[in-house]
């Protein structure tokens, strides 16, 4: 009689999430149990409505030339709700000089660099990885045309987080784990064992997927693995601000014809970037108006995190006015922060992930996965989250 696996998953974000899927498609007699410390899945990864505004809390889109986000939705089977963004608005601007000018054509605005963070990701035109580090850095693409690179990213009809809706809707509910944050992670021969806080019984598992950050990721294994907990601690991460501000168009003298802009470090400006999510996708804002998310801190930044709401509030104002005539008060106006949410890809990390690995690779039942390792965007976490559970189950 075979035996049924008993398989550990910590953190319910996106990633966490993609991994439990793929276990419950790839072996779904398996006993799995999705440790999420806080009360809700899905990560930062999440849409709410407001006064007739859908607004995104993090990434509004994914790209979709590579395979994964695409392939899970179509799994899912809301492959049918996925929308273009709008192909009249396809660019990009740049801050020079205090104006907004274009993107030349024929150019990346951003390419995949090192820093890359999920938020500054979808701050201007949509671009998958893109981040203030890079925004000097404008790559050539010759064989890409700007409007052709925007087409590539989509999303729910109903928002980014309708994905979270759609694969909690396909677990087995007596998998998920709400409000059980790992105290403490320890292996002994070919079992692992998961302790919870608040004083919670121990239970064992033949083996654990990690999909939670390279801070968590590196307290939990140090129990286990001291160079592997320290290889984890090697990636720094950054914090992120993101201002929603929804305007009529009448208070805004700018025709917003484009998806955003981004400010480039050398205009010593306070905001990082806007993107204008209801000219990228339709129904993100009633009619007549315009919902503007604009982002602040990030790791050259990292002050402007910590200001309060009123002063966010009048930094973007300020902001917004000057650059694209914004006029008086939002009908809506919130915060949003992601405290060292963000993983930096400094020179090196291809190499420490791929040692990361290895040295995962000598525990039996130990899977890595998560944002810290090969990209932000939403795609590569969903990768690497479905490629742990292949493992798991080798």
Known sequence: MAIRRRIAIIGGGITGLAAAHRLSTLEPAAEVALFEASAKLGGILQTVRADGYLIEQSADSFVTNVPWGMEL???????????PTDAARRRAMVVSNGKLVPVPAGFQLLTPAPAATLMQSHAAAGEEASTQPGVGNVGASPDQSAGARYGLFTAPREGMGRLVEALIAKLPASWIRLDSPVE?????????????????????????????????????????????????????YAGSTIAL?????????????????????????????????????????????????TFLGGALRPDLVARTDDEIRAIVGRELGELIGA????????????????????????ALVAQLEALAARYEGLALAGNALRGVGVPQCIRTGREAAERMLK
């Open 245 to 293: 501000s929804g305007y009529k168009l009448d208070q805004i003298t700018d025709p917003l014809d484009c998806f955003g802009f981004v400010v480039p470090d050398i205009e010593r400006r306070d905001i990082l970037a806007a993107s204008f999510s209801s000219r990228k996708f339709p129904g993100r804002a009633p009619e007549g108006c315009v919902l503007i998310r």
């Open 73 to 83: 939705c179509r799994e899912l089977g809301i492959a049918d709700e996925l929308i």
């Open 184 to 236: 403490r992670l320890e292996h002994a021969g070919r079992a692992w064992r998961i302790t919870l806080g608040g004083g919670r019984q121990s239970e064992t598992f033949n083996g654990v997927i990690m999909a939670v950050g390279a801070p968590t990721a590196a307290k939990l294994l140090g129990s286990v693995d001291a160079e592997l907990a320290a290889g984890f601690a090697k990636i720094p």
């Open 327 to 350: 006029r008086g008060e939002p009908q809506l106006f919130q915060v949003r922060r992601w405290h060292g949410a963000m993983p930096q890809y400094h020179l090196g990390h291809v």
